[in-house]
């Protein structure tokens, strides 16, 4: 090692060992420390060099603003992407792929802040290399740990700046998410490897999925890797809460065509999201290894979501949810949630049981028949905080009740009509012009 190279590595262990405090990583950043571990990230091939510097970027970029505003506002956004193209030394591949990812991370929770208003963290050529960079650390990871940071560094990028989700899509960063998930369930799939599933890792590729598929121009290469299929199977295996709620919420964002709401419906996925409102609701027992926690509000949310959009505007759909008990868990969680206070799982609900009463009897019928009639009048009786959620509950009223007198006179007898007066009225008032 040449002697600049030496005093480079000593200087980046030492800033290791005594930043160690946000005191003295403001002393550091204040007095050129990070400028200094600039230099020599972009001027050292040394391995030993490189992987040292971008610790010290890691450890101080993750827990001090000043700091990585200082990185990103010097470039070092571009250097580290650098970095990750032109290593082959898996050790420097995850010490700058753990760096990026705690500077984008950060940056995804400030960009909002004044301070940041000017900067612009991926410049110049990267900004279309970067997509292509981010996946191919994900191609060449082999190990969990860095298989789960570079999902975790295409979920920031993509979520720092959501024009880079069509790229990294192009560069093959769907498929290789999906690699990821299936390698999950298939290891539980077999006995011998189910206790060996990394579900943090499979938690960070759910989440990157589910950005990805933000932008229907990846939804194309989510179906042709058999997309669909993967993330149910997840779903049903999974008892991780994060992996439940990001994976309903993937398909949500899957599931905007009829083609691809049949294409989530063929493999499943109707009788997967509803089992995990049954378990919720307790009509069905808990998956093993499985805490009541698991199932959160957010879990409950996406759920319903994602039962809203399989079932909007498709009337086979609808009979699957229906088969599959939809009907009568819905209305158990909207009673339980009203109770709960739980405004967000309250509105989805709503939506979801108004999609599927649209243009199906039997779906009406049952919902009437395990009181969602009530139910739904309760959300306006109650006063549901948002005008979003009363206007939810109005509508399933309108697909539960339509050409349906048994629910009609439900309604009716629940004091309907007067409730629904009462919130036009109030709605008239709103809207009326002053003066």
Not at 306 to 319: P, Y
Not at 397 to 416: C, E, H, S, W, Y
């Amino acid at each position: 090692m040449d002697p600049v190279d030496a005093a480079a590595l000593k200087f980046a262990e030492n800033a290791l060992q005594r930043c160690a405090t946000p005191m003295l990583q403001r002393k550091f950043v204040a007095l050129g420390g990070v400028d200094m571990i600039l230099n020599f990230l972009s001027m050292s091939v040394n391995d030993e060099v490189v992987s040292k510097a971008a610790q010290v970027l890691q450890s101080i970029a993750g827990s001090s603003n000043q700091a990585c505003l200082r990185i990103a506002k010097l470039g070092g956004v571009p250097m580290l992407l650098r970095q990750l193209r032109q290593t082959r030394n898996r050790e420097v591949l995850l010490s700058v792929t753990l760096a990026l990812r705690s500077v984008l991370e950060l940056y995804s929770e400030v960009r909002n802040d004044d301070v940041w208003a000017d900067v612009e963290i991926f410049t110049g050529q990267w900004l279309e290399d970067a997509p292509e960079v981010m996946v191919q650390v994900l191609v060449k990871s082999g190990g969990e740990q860095l298989t789960r940071e570079a999902s975790a560094l295409i979920y920031f990028g993509c979520t720092c700046r959501p024009a880079m989700m069509a790229p990294v899509g192009k560069a093959g960063g769907v498929h290789e998410l999906l690699k990821v998930c299936s390698d999950a369930v298939s290891k539980q799939r077999s006995s011998q490897e189910a206790s060996n599933i990394d579900w943090v890792t499979a938690e960070w590729a759910v989440n990157a999925l589910c950005v990805l598929l933000m932008t229907e121009a990846n939804h194309e290469a989510f179906a042709a890797g058999s997309g669909p299929a993967t993330l149910v199977s997840l779903l049903k295996i999974s008892c991780v809460t994060e992996i439940l709620e990001q994976g309903a919420r993937a398909l949500s964002n899957f599931m905007c065509t009829h083609r691809s709401q049949q294409q989530v419906a063929s493999v499943g996925g109707a009788e997967v999201l509803v089992s995990h409102i049954q378990m919720y609701v307790g009509q069905k027992p808990l998956k093993q290894g499985m805490d009541e926690d698991d199932l959160s509000c957010g879990v409950m949310e996406q759920m319903c979501a994602a039962i809203c959009n399989l079932t909007f505007e498709n009337d086979s759909t609808r009979v699957r949810v229906g088969d599959a008990g939809g009907c009568q868990c819905l209305v158990l969680l909207l009673k339980r949630e009203m109770e709960d206070q739980g405004e967000a799982v309250v509105r989805q609900a709503c939506a979801a049981i108004g999609n599927i009463c649209k243009k199906n009897r039997t779906n009406r019928s049952l919902v009437g028949a395990w009181g969602g009639c009530e139910a739904l009048l309760d959300v306006i009786r109650c006063g549901a905080p948002t005008e979003q959620t009363r206007m939810q509950a109005v509508r399933a009223i309108g697909n539960v009740a339509m050409r349906m007198p048994d629910n009609q006179l439900k309604f009716t007898a629940a004091d309907g009509p007067r409730l629904l007066l009462i919130l036009v009225e109030t709605l008239s008032l709103r809207l009326a012009p002053v003066g």
